[in-house]
């Protein structure tokens, strides 16, 4: 729906500190523009006087910039007392959805940030939200406010140990603010801080105009450093952005998505295909069979969902998480996509060999992607959990510029800081876990936490004729590996700490996918409910070396790694309650309790099928690389599909499992390894060597070229990038 949304413009901002003598303040847009000529109204402000807050501290000084200085200034013994203030304004703009802009300081182990948003204009209200750091309580505040109108947001600090927000309009109040009364957070009152400042430091604040839908906000990073010297950064150095030339807005027209199935795409961190009690691999039969592993986890809700739809023991996912995650919304393997790694929070972390254009920045607005698409074709599409789509600042980093409707828990981290509501879900400056604010401080687990918003979510949806998207992403069960106390009594022998609590980890989000299987039963939905249910690489279980047959046994190797163990997930298909006499149920048949041993899936299969469901337009010129599962999700066989995987990883990682390439086709495995003197091709035959324990490469010629040459096909066919070396790129060679 479209709708007028206010959009604030951040236009000054100002650090100022009690020091001895008085206050000492300094500043810098790039340009030299005096501060009282960019508040609104120019040096007309300025003649009123400084605002101050209710201490009498001012918050707005005359001030004169330090020779060469191109960052904010603040020179204290003591940087206990401070004030950041800033303005904004609201001015109409059409636009449907919100709009987001970010004002963040950084600190020497704490970080401060506040968001604002704005879903209406005149007579709407403006929600100010603000942010935890590390021991942080946060808080979240909305209230009325006008178009068109100046706000002065202050926030400051008395003893470094609380931090107060202040809002006020240019000659008024901002009005009565309240709390947001759907997330329950208590009236605004104190932020505590997690850290004190250290003293005898210089601290600076640095200005980068950032693209942000349709204005320019002002982001501010806080710099430390001794007296002597410049300035360094005491957090993280800033993404560069490439900012959106136009917002895409993705939209459906009235009435569109009336009667469609919802969908639910639950994709669970770093869970391997042993990480259940759920067996996937087969026996010599081609029948399930249990190994160990399988004894030790317990997953009732993934057998459940087992007996009612259809599992793969040959399913896909990159090495490690952005690169799946990317292809999952796009329907492109990574090769393609060029998110070739994963995403660091903050920089490029290629590797010194790898692609020097590689896709570090991950998404973008504008991108077709599998939430936009469900939008387009009527779907409220909610995202919940972990994201991981692009760095800090970037636009991949918010779910809603790619098609989601609602995020709750996304960024860019990828891994939460903690799993304990105790905690806040917080430690550090970029693991905390946002929109969760009302289980601070609880017992309430992570895993818990984020099951309970997808209920909620799910239940505003179903309020409306529109059918839904759900993007259930959960951290589980990535590491810090904290333990869930509901579960810690069920692994306390037979494994060391870290194994007991992976293992409690993972019996957590299998609750978690029980509990929205009731759920959507409850409210007499689920008939109409398709579930996806897969890992987005392999098992990062603390059982064992990226090489040794452990933490995916009896698969070799583990999560990052060149071996079937860090690239074969588990798969699920089914409805959430099956119904053959279904409508939608008859337009895709889902073989219940079916073991599929005989074909090969990937995760960007999901967009393909996903979109041939519902009939979702894909423009023609768009590369696919999915394909639709749709006949083999039945039972039946698909003449027409290709029993093969590409991976490719032209970056570091521990050990020997750097800059590779891999490609599998009807049970056999070729593995090209760039920089390797000696054993550069491995050839395996999984059907007969499932531990990829017996390399075929000298014993069969003629295959190994044959896979080659297929594999410098595939990697030539997407436009891959490949790993550099003395300035050049490194391509696969045929033997």
Excluded at 39 to 55: E, S
Excluded at 144 to 171: F, I
Excluded at 349 to 363: I, S
Excluded at 570 to 590: E, G, S, V, Y
Aim: charged fraction near 20%; hydrophobic fraction near 40%.
């Amino acid at each position: 729906m479209m709708m007028k949304i206010a959009v604030l413009a951040c236009l000054g901002i100002l650090l100022a500190v009690s020091v001895q003598g008085g206050l000492v303040a300094h500043y810098d847009f790039g340009d030299g523009v005096p501060l009282d000529n960019r508040v609104p109204g120019g040096k007309a402000l300025a003649k009123k006087g400084p605002v101050r807050l209710g201490d009498g501290t001012a918050v707005f000084t005359a001030a004169s910039k330090p020779a060469g200085a191109n960052y904010l200034v603040a020179d204290s013994a003591d940087l206990k007392t401070f004030t950041v203030s800033f303005w904004m304004k609201t001015a109409e703009v059409s636009q449907s959805g919100s709009y987001q802009g970010l004002f963040s300081s950084h600190t020497t182990g704490t970080e401060t940030s506040w968001q604002f948003q704005s879903d209406a204009t005149k007579g709407g209200r403006l929600a100010i939200r603000s942010g935890k750091g590390a021991g942080q309580v946060s808080t979240y505040v909305e209230g009325a406010h006008q178009a068109d109108t100046w706000y002065n947001v202050v926030l400051s600090s008395a003893d470094g140990s609380a931090l107060t927000l202040t809002v006020s309009a240019e000659g008024g109040s901002v009005g009565d603010f309240a709390t947001l009364s759907h997330r329950k957070a208590v009236e605004l009152a104190e932020v505590v801080l997690g850290a004190n400042r250290a003293k005898n430091q210089t601290y600076g604040m640095q200005l980068a105009n950032v693209q942000v839908y349709d204005s320019v906000v002002a982001t501010a990073r806080l710099f430390a450093a001794g007296r002597a010297g410049a300035p360094v950064e005491s957090a993280v150095p800033a993404v560069p952005l490439k900012p959106a030339k136009k917002m895409v807005r993705w939209s459906a027209p009235a009435g569109a998505g009336k009667g469609l199935p919802n969908i639910v795409v639950f994709l669970v961190d770093d869970m391997g295909l042993m990480d259940t009690s759920v067996p996937f691999v087969a026996g010599d039969d081609g029948e399930p069979v249990r190994h160990p592993l399988n004894d030790w986890y317990r997953t009732p809700s993934m057998e459940r969902l087992a007996a009612q739809g259809i599992r793969f023991s040959s399913f896909y996912s990159h090495t490690v998480c952005s690169p799946s995650r990317v292809s999952i919304m796009t329907g492109q393997n990574s090769a393609r996509h060029h998110t070739t790694n994963w995403i660091a929070p903050t920089k490029n972390n290629g590797g010194p060999n790898g692609p020097p254009k590689w896709g570090w920045t991950g998404l973008v607005n504008g991108q077709l992607t599998l939430p936009a698409m469900l939008k387009q074709s009527g779907y409220t599409t909610i995202h919940i959990g972990k994201a991981h789509f692009g760095p800090v600042g970037s636009e991949g980093a918010e779910p809603r510029n790619l098609g989601f409707d609602v995020n709750v828990g996304g960024t860019a981290a990828g891994q939460p800081g903690s799993y304990y509501g105790k905690k806040n879900y917080a430690r550090g400056s970029f693991h905390d876990v946002p929109h969760l604010e009302k289980y601070h401080g609880s017992d309430t687990f992570l895993s818990e936490a984020l099951t309970i918003e997808a209920k909620a979510e799910i239940d505003q949806v179903l309020a409306t004729d529109q059918p839904f998207f759900l993007h259930m992403s959960h951290y589980a069960v990535h590491a810090p590996f904290h333990s869930d106390p509901r579960f810690a009594a069920n692994y306390t022998a037979g494994k060391k700490k870290h194994a007991q609590a992976f293992a409690t980890l993972i019996e957590g989000m299998d609750k978690s996918l029980g509990d929205l299987l009731d759920h959507l039963q409850a409210k007499g939905v689920a008939e109409n409910t398709l579930i996806f249910f897969l890992g987005d690489n392999g098992s990062d279980a603390p059982l064992g070396s990226y090489h040794t047959i452990g933490s995916s046994a009896p698969l070799r190797g583990k999560k990052g790694s060149k071996w079937e163990g860090g690239i074969r997930v588990p798969f699920i298909a089914a409805w959430a309650k099956p119904n053959p006499a279904n409508t939608w149920q008859q337009k895709m048949p889902i073989a219940a309790g079916r073991f599929r041993t005989d074909a090969v899936g990937a995760c960007f299969d999901l967009f393909p099928t996903i979109a041939a469901l519902v009939n979702a337009k894909v423009p023609a010129d768009y590369p696919v690389d999915g394909q639709n599962l749709a006949k083999l999700l039945s039972g039946a066989e698909d003449p027409a599909h290709r029993n093969e995987f590409l991976s490719h990883f032209p970056h570091p990682r521990g050990g020997k499992n750097s800059y590779f390439s891999s490609y599998l086709k009807d049970g056999w495995k070729v593995r090209y390894e760039y920089f390797e003197d000696e054993a550069r091709y491995a050839l395996f035959n999984l059907d007969a060597d499932l531990t990829e324990s017996n390399d075929l490469a000298a014993e069969h010629p003629e295959k190994l070229q044959t896979m080659v040459a297929a594999l410098v096909r595939e990697l030539d066919a997407k436009g891959a990038l490949y790993p550099v070396k003395a300035g050049e790129e490194t391509k696969p060679r045929v033997p």
